[in-house]
């Protein structure tokens, strides 16, 4: 079993940072492939960015591109999404999942954590 703790959320203006933690417990932190996700009030939970098991590569959604970066430190058990010139549209709740491959589709990740609210005010 793996256990993931978020934190990191908050509220902050349009423009500002924040950097998201997902810290895992057990020893197989580096066999997967780690993800974030977000949903908003009312809409689908999206996959937000995503770096690979193996080889590290990484993956933006479209609307996060060039403002959001995710990283792992394996000897932490951690994954981080730095978030920069964030938007009131970037509001939702944002998870981290762990799974064996990177995918949109949320239900192909085994283990979750439970969300920590990020607020962009205009």
């Known amino acids: 079993q793996v256990q993931l703790v978020e934190s990191g959320g908050g509220l902050v203006q349009a423009g500002g940072s924040l950097r998201l933690s997902c810290a895992a417990s057990g020893r197989t932190f580096s066999s997967y492939t780690w993800a974030w996700f977000r949903q908003a009030p009312g809409k689908e939970r999206d996959l937000v960015a995503g770096v690979r098991r193996y080889t590290g590569s990484t993956y933006y959604a479209d609307s996060v591109k060039g403002r959001f970066v995710i990283s792992r430190d394996n000897a932490k058990n951690t994954v981080y999404l730095k978030m920069n010139s964030l938007k009131p549209e970037d509001t939702a709740v944002y998870f981290c999942?762990?799974?064996?491959?990177?995918?949109?589709?949320?239900?192909?990740?085994?283990?979750w954590g439970q969300g920590t609210q990020v607020t962009v005010s205009s």
């Open positions: 999942a762990a799974g064996g491959s990177l995918d949109t589709d949320g239900d192909t990740y085994d283990y």
